[in-house]
């Protein structure tokens, strides 16, 4: 059975960093994409960002794009999400997923979901 568990949320001020990670677990994860996203209180689950396997293509929502970087380690089956210069808008539940394939980019193309980590960003 596949899981996904997010951790690393929690408070910080705006302008602040954190670095949330996600451990894979359940199956092999060779060529599936891995990504996070956000839902924040009444909006739609949103994009944040995207890996492939190796680690040599990203993508980033552009509300997100020279602050947050992601990565991941193969070895652990883990990836990560650095969050740097945090604003308050950034506050929100953020969840790991994985789909086959090079990238994850929308919520309903995503094969496995974690049940989010929250971060809230103060002003």
């Known amino acids: 059975q596949v899981q996904l568990v997010e951790s690393g949320g929690g408070l910080v001020q705006a302008g602040g960093s954190l670095r949330l990670s996600c451990v894979a677990s359940g199956r092999t994860f060779i060529n599936y994409a891995m990504g996070w996203f956000r839902q924040a209180p009444g909006k739609e689950r949103e994009f944040v960002a995207t890996i492939n396997w190796s680690g040599s293509i990203t993508y980033y929502a552009d509300s997100v794009k020279g602050r947050f970087t992601i990565s991941t380690d193969n070895a652990k089956n883990t990836v990560y999400l650095q969050m740097n210069s945090l604003k308050p808008e950034d506050t929100a539940v953020y969840y790991c997923?994985?789909?086959?394939?090079?990238?994850?980019?929308?919520?309903?193309?995503?094969?496995?979901w974690g049940k989010g980590t929250l971060v809230t960003v103060s002003s």
């Open positions: 997923a994985t789909k086959f394939g090079i990238v994850v980019r929308t919520a309903p193309s995503v094969d496995y």
